[in-house]
């Protein structure tokens, strides 16, 4: 067994472990994803994490658990480092009635009260102001919590991102902005949407404060989250973050990626692929072996299987739930806790 007495970025041996399995469980329980999804077991969209691990693992990794985390629809990994079992995510995805979301939101609606995760929000953009709100609820409640806000480089062209980061600074809300730039929405390359070639002056026209981060880099982008964290719990205000990275597949499942080249992806994944960077670093340490890599490997090939047999088992919600914890009809937000007697068209 590797022995480490060498601590990385503050961390100690049996931490720096725990993100590796981390990292290692998102890529898998993503990999089984597609898997079930081309089995006809998952329906719908499905929007895969994988190359964004050490994105989502050193960001999450620097928050308390009382902390809120805003996300988008590429959120399977966010809620799985956000703490809410994987097993009721699969479910989720499944459409079960065990999902977290109770099978009525699919992999674009990932949600957990009790870990403080609010969506899963399908809305490019949506996540900005629920998060800036929950902020400002934060404040306003006198607590220590702070809101992450995670989205993608698509999002900062809604006026959305725009109208929540001028609030969050003018009340010096206890926000962090989380742009994770994968260099594409949709098919839409960065190189040809933004006029500038990073967020910074967007976050200057806003008085915001900026750090960018090699969003391939777990530790780094931990260290860069942790200060951006202190800032808003300190009452400083909101950071911008942007975390340089890139998604390793096509937008959802279903994209064969035309407006990128085969070569562009092949070199991301042969030369900076976030889970083979950080068990370099950590072998440079000796912190880890390849002994240890391959039984962790294999320890999260049995955790998926599981998670994705108590899937596959679950049962399907019930046709009679369908009209349950409907929001709204034509004329105004109406609060359906219960099926009603005649249902409404
Ligand atoms: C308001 C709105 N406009 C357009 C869409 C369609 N849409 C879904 S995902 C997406 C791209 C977003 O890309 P990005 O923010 O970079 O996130 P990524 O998918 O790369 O994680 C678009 C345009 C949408 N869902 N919502
Ligand atoms: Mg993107």
């Known amino acids: 067994m590797a022995i480490g007495n060498i ?32 089995l006809g077991k998952i ?6 994490y994988i190359g964004q691990e050490a994105s ?40 079960k009635a065990t999902g977290c979301s109770k099978g009525r939101g699919g992999s674009m609606h990932i949600y957990s009260d009790e870990h403080r995760l609010i969506g899963g929000q399908a809305i490019v953009g949506a996540q900005l102001a629920i998060g800036t709100g929950i902020g400002f609820a934060c404040q306003y409640q006198n607590t220590s919590d ?4 995670m989205f993608g480089d698509g999002a900062v062209d809604e006026g959305a991102f725009h109208e929540s980061l001028n609030l969050a600074s003018l009340w010096k809300l206890p ?19 933004w006029a500038v070639a990073s967020l ?16 391939m880099d777990v530790l780094a982008v931990r260290e860069t989250m942790l200060r951006a964290a202190e800032r808003a719990r300190n009452g400083e205000g909101p950071t911008l973050v942007e975390s340089l990275t890139y998604r390793f597949r096509g937008h959802s499942i279903t994209d064969p990626a035309y407006y990128r080249t085969r070569d ?4 991301w994944r042969s030369t900076r692929d976030p889970i083979a960077l950080f068990e370099e670093k950590l072998k440079e340490h000796h912190l880890i072996t390849d002994e240890e890599i391959n039984a962790t490997n294999e320890r999260v090939d049995g955790e998926v299987e599981e998670i994705a047999r108590f ?35």
Request: some cysteine; hydrophobic content about 40%.
């Open 200 to 215: 910074e002056p967007r976050a200057a026209g806003h008085g915001v404060a900026y750090e960018h981060v090699d969003g």
């Open 56 to 95: 989502g693992v050193g960001a999450l990794s620097a928050l308390r658990p009382g902390d809120y985390v805003a996300s988008s629809y590429r959120e399977h990994g966010h809620a799985i480092l956000k703490g809410v079992d994987p097993k009721l995510v699969m479910a989720e995805l499944f459409g």
């Open 146 to 149: 702070i809101v992450t806000v």
């Open 43 to 48: 329906g719908g969209f499905l929007h895969l």
């Open 311 to 345: 899937a596959e088992e679950s049962p399907a919600p019930d046709a009679d739930e369908l009209y349950e914890d409907v929001l709204a009809d034509g004329s105004g937000a109406i609060a359906w806790r219960n099926k009603p007697s005649t249902p409404r068209d």
């Open 175 to 193: 926000v962090v902005y989380y742009c994770e730039n994968n260099q594409y929405s949709m098919g839409m390359a960065v190189t040809k949407a």
């Open 264 to 267: 562009e992806e092949a070199h």
């Open 7 to 38: 601590a990385l970025a503050g961390l100690d041996q049996e931490q720096l472990l725990h993100m590796h399995y981390q990292m290692v469980l998102v890529r898998r329980f993503e990999e089984k994803a597609a898997e079930e999804y081309t």
